[in-house]
């Protein structure tokens, strides 16, 4: 049996900005696609959908996450 692909996008308000970290999870296993700081979160989802269609993700299965 196949196990599905999850991508998770975690936004936290940090410092004036917001700390994005998106993780992939395939095969039961998690991978960090991204960490960084953005001013935005905006800029935060941007990001996000960029990283997730890389990996054949469509955005509408990103899990996001605001803290």
Known sequence: M?????VRATVTGANGGYAL????E???Q?????E???VSRVE???VAIEFAALHGV???KV???YR
Request: charged share 15%; proline share 3%; hydrophobic share 50%.
């Open 26 to 28: 395939k095969n039961g």
């Open 21 to 24: 970290a998106v993780v992939l």
């Open 58 to 60: 469509p955005w509408h």
């Open 36 to 38: 960084k700081t953005v």
């Open 2 to 6: 196949a196990l599905a692909t999850t």
């Open 30 to 34: 998690a991978h960090t696609l991204a």
């Open 44 to 46: 935060a989802e941007t």
């Open 63 to 65: 899990e996001v996450l």
